[in-house]
């Protein structure tokens, strides 16, 4: 029987204590394939994303270029008489949007925790497709049912906020006198409320899809850590699924955001149009970029063609600053940045 002689290895030099150790890969031909694949693909969107808005500012240059700084003031459309801008469009726009988050957010939020942290085996499955089965209605259902549905039942709601509300200027109605038994509640139809609210059943399920699939992403051991040092149901929700799905809230958000700034024919078949900023939500009046290119589109002369192409840039630019900044959240979420 031989004894065997265990050598040791050499010791590295003193110059390579700190030195990582380089590490050869050799990428085969699925992989280069891949990764060309997946440069052209990136590729391809930034320079259809930049002809976008290309196009967009060339065609609107002459309107842009006619009205100057007043494009972004002012409040009338009349482009063929020399008075136009995107000043009240660009005011609905935004405020329809934030009222859709405001709704659609707890909205979505409540939903995707249940789905992912309370609802039994068997229900799950067919909560999730509903979920997604709301996401692929088409957005002129949910404006039908806006106008023929929602609108009827959403008089007294917004009544009653003007009522007792009515000490805050954004849910003041001056045309709705509550002490007056005679009052027409009509004057809250048509609203930017209304119009926020039809969006909001829009933007939650795609919202809600995200926030879904990243909080079931949590990690299982985190979660049993926090069980079993005794904290309740809740507080491991609020301890370690949101704060590990804080990109997702914020990426579910902001796509939704998204949707809601763009979207036309909803808006469009549920607001009263006017060209006025129109802090009363709930009074009749509002109007948004898409729902007025909807609208001026058809019958617009080569001029005003030119100042919907300008509007729309300004919505392009819109949505890519959300989008950009979107992005730059979730990066500081995923970095440590957030807490």
């Known amino acids: 029987m031989t004894d065997s002689v265990l050598t040791a290895p050499p010791a590295p030099a003193e110059g390579d204590l700190d030195r990582p150790r380089a590490i050869k890969t050799t990428a085969g031909a699925a992989d280069r394939v891949f990764r060309h694949g997946s440069h052209a693909a990136g590729a391809a969107v930034l320079a259809i994303m930049t002809l976008v808005g290309l196009f967009l500012a ?64 068997g229900v799950k499955p067919f909560l999730v497709g509903m979920v997604d089965l709301m996401a692929a209605i088409p957005s002129v259902v949910y404006g039908l049912w806006g106008v023929f549905w929602l609108e009827g039942n959403l008089l007294p709601v917004a009544q009653w906020i003007s009522t007792r509300l009515g000490w805050i200027p954004i849910f003041r109605v001056s045309r709705f006198d509550p002490q007056d038994p005679l009052a027409t509640p009509t004057v809250f139809t048509a609203s930017a409320f209304l119009a926020g609210l039809v969006v909001a059943m829009m933007v939650a399920p795609i919202a809600c899809s995200v926030m879904r699939e990243v909080f079931a992403e949590a990690p299982v051991g985190e979660r049993e850590g926090a069980l079993a040092l005794g904290a309740s149901k809740w507080g491991m929700i609020r301890s370690v699924v949101y704060p590990f799905g804080r990109g997702g809230i914020v990426g579910g958000t902001m796509l939704g955001l998204g949707r809601a700034l763009g979207e036309t024919i909803a808006v469009y078949l549920v607001i009263s149009p006017v060209f006025v900023i129109n802090w009363e939500i709930l009074g ?26 300008a509007a729309g840039l300004a919505l392009f630019a819109v949505t890519m600053a959300v989008n950009f900044g979107a992005g730059i959240i979730i990066q500081r979420s995923r970095s440590g940045e957030l807490s």
């Open 58 to 121: 060339i065609r609107g240059a002459q309107a842009i270029g006619s009205a100057g700084g007043a494009f972004l003031t002012e409040q009338d459309w009349e482009p063929d008489s020399g008075r136009f801008g995107i000043a009240a469009v660009l005011f609905g726009t935004v405020a329809i949007a934030l009222i859709a988050i405001a709704v659609a957010l707890p909205l979505a939020l409540g939903a995707a925790t249940y789905i992912s942290e309370y609802a039994p085996a």
């Open 284 to 309: 009749t009046g509002a109007n948004s970029i898409s729902s007025l290119i909807a609208l001026r589109y058809g019958g617009a002369s080569n001029f005003e063609l030119s100042a919907l192409m």
